[in-house]
């Protein structure tokens, strides 16, 4: 069977699953809606956290990204996965002990302010707004180089299938659903890299493979990394394994990129609301693990993957006539992330440092001497004539590996449950910010539980349009704030957050002017180096680390602005020693 | 507070400071500030820096949650705090 009839297939039962799922799981109450009515199993609550976690970026365009960057990748593998040490350690055990519904509802009663609970509010929502455009756009991305449709039908399919599952069952039918999607994205992911693991090394284990030695070719017997090494430096690039070479990120910045994904992770609203679901304390402490266990799983095969696409990259490309290249590089040629552009006329493929060519890739629709799409670009002076795309390391890896048809369409539902489960929690989290947090607790205190049921559906479906209208006219500024997200959300709720456990004398004046500085700080640095053209002025920092330091600044205000003013009144200070012992938590409940 | 819950949430901290000092010596110590160095040394075809950064940090924070995961859950046990 062909590729495309596989993916139909695979795809198509992969969507029914999650069909049948949110039907079994539909719920009657805000109880079941917000929070899957706290009663999700430790280890089914660490899949879906894995699901909700990771995202189109981390499935498809990390692995490439490392593969490209070496060292440098890893600002993502650690950032994105210590988070969850804090958020197990610090955050986790006490916002369950406290056990309402959402984030905003924490920082409203503990800082006793409804400005509190509304700056935290707006956060909310912005960060996972510009979270999830970029997840429709993912999906919409998936269908179109996999189901050969357009990338706006793709959006506006996504967009149904997450409306039916995310409106019917709220957090329960999320919860379930991640579940499944965890398992499909992780055999998905794994299946290609065991295969080209053992293809390059001769070892199952990507982990080990890794490190292990090549077989066969012109580097057989040779380690892998040392391998890539010498193979980089050969080509112009730096070493793939060193760190703080010319035309790489210095170490503060390293620092600090990662020090901002690590503390916006845990600080990201849609994942802190998972430990809202479990049962007790102890199971929020457990499931952190079992989501980090389950992270992983495929963050350190991802920096595995990074290595091997590069070395069969390098070795099957680099000096080799384009005429014998591979029939992978003429499959994803024609979805354009894949190019070549002959400069020297030779009619070898060329693959050095620097890019190929200035502007956004446009092929001219003729084809030159040697059969290639011919481009419209015009060169650079650099010698490289190869253009390559992040994300065709993880797409083109089953053929690479030489797996059957069915694998490629493995791939494709990975991709989109990757994407899906990520898109769903968040607009589960839009949608309880408006219904529960603003019209709620701060509008109408008499709504009934079936009118606020109601608008929580009804507000999940105009977050789905919402986010559908940005995936299918993204925002040229997508890519860019991403970085504010992490940023805010480092700079605004995690220290609150931490302060508001740890210390009883941290109050109200102290939490609101934190997370003003904070945000303030992190917000107007973003925007004046991303939008303004102004070049990074602290100590070079670039803007996706700056979020470190609009922490540390909340951190300092809230400590200063506290000591200067009254401390909280006596019950909040109760409140706060009630959130330390795990005893007589109970269910989320709602007031 | 009374005083055998005071003592409670002193060891917590005791136990959350470590697990934290480990955390921030293997990514940000090994896998950032002394990657350079310490890719002299090598584990297996892995240069030591390089790994803590990419593999060693992710597998040790892992562990860092089940130990913590443990070890609360017989502190729980001991101060008669568990639900």
Known sequence: MSILTWTYIIVGASFGLYMYIAWASRVKD???????????????????????????????????????????????????????????????????????????????????????????????????????????????????????????????????????????????????????????????????????????????????????????????????????????????????????????????????ITLALMVGTAGLPHVIVRFYTVPTVRAARLSAGYALLFIALLYTTAPAVAGFARYNMVDTLNDKPYAAAPQWFKDWEKTGLIAWLDKNGDGMIQYRAGAAFTGKLQFSGQTGPHGEPLLKNAPTNSPNELYVDNDIMVLANPQIANLPNWVVALVAAGGLAAALSTASGLLLVIASSISHDLYYRIVNRKASEKQRLLLGRVMIGLAVLAAGYFGINPPGFVAQVVALAFGLAASSFFPILVLGIFSKRVNREGAIAGMVAGIGFTMLYIVQTKFMGMKPWLWDITPEGIGAVGMVINFAVTFLVSAMTPPPPQEIQDMVESVRIPKGAGAAVDH | MQPNLQEYWKRNLRLMVVLLAIWALVSYVFGIILVNELNAIRLGGFPLGFWFAQQGSIFTFVILIFVYVARMRKLDKEYDVEE
Request: with cysteine.
């Open chain 1, 30 to 256: 805000t109880k079941g809606f917000y929070v899957a009515g706290g009663g999700v199993p430790p280890l089914a609550n660490g899949m879906a956290t894995g699901a909700d976690w990771m995202s189109a970026a981390s499935f498809i365009s990390m692995a490439g990204i490392i593969s490209f960057g070496g060292f440098q990748g890893s600002v993502y593998l650690m950032g994105w996965t210590g988070g969850y040490v804090l958020l197990a350690l610090l955050l986790a055990p006490y916002l369950r002990k406290f056990g309402k519904f959402t984030v905003p509802d924490f920082v409203g009663d503990r800082y006793y302010s409804r400005t509190a609970r509304i700056v935290a509010l707006i956060c909310a929502i912005f960060v996972s707004l510009t979270y999830v455009a970029g997840q429709m756009r993912g999906v919409g991305i998936v269908f179109s180089r996999f189901l050969e449709v357009d990338v706006n039908t793709g959006v506006i399919i996504g967009m149904c299938i997450v409306f039916l599952y995310a409106g019917l069952g709220g957090m329960k039918g999320i919860t379930w659903t991640q579940v499944a999607q965890y398992v499909v994205l992780i055999v998905a992911f794994t299946i290609p890299a065991v295969a080209i693991s053992m293809k390059i090394t001769g070892n199952p284990v990507p982990q080990l493979g890794f490190g292990g030695t090549i077989e066969g070719g012109t580097y057989g017997g040779r380690f892998l990394l040392e391998t890539l090494d010498a193979i980089n430096q050969d080509l112009g690039f730096a070493a793939y394994t060193a760190a703080y070479g010319p035309g790489q990120k210095p170490m503060l910045d390293v620092l600090c």
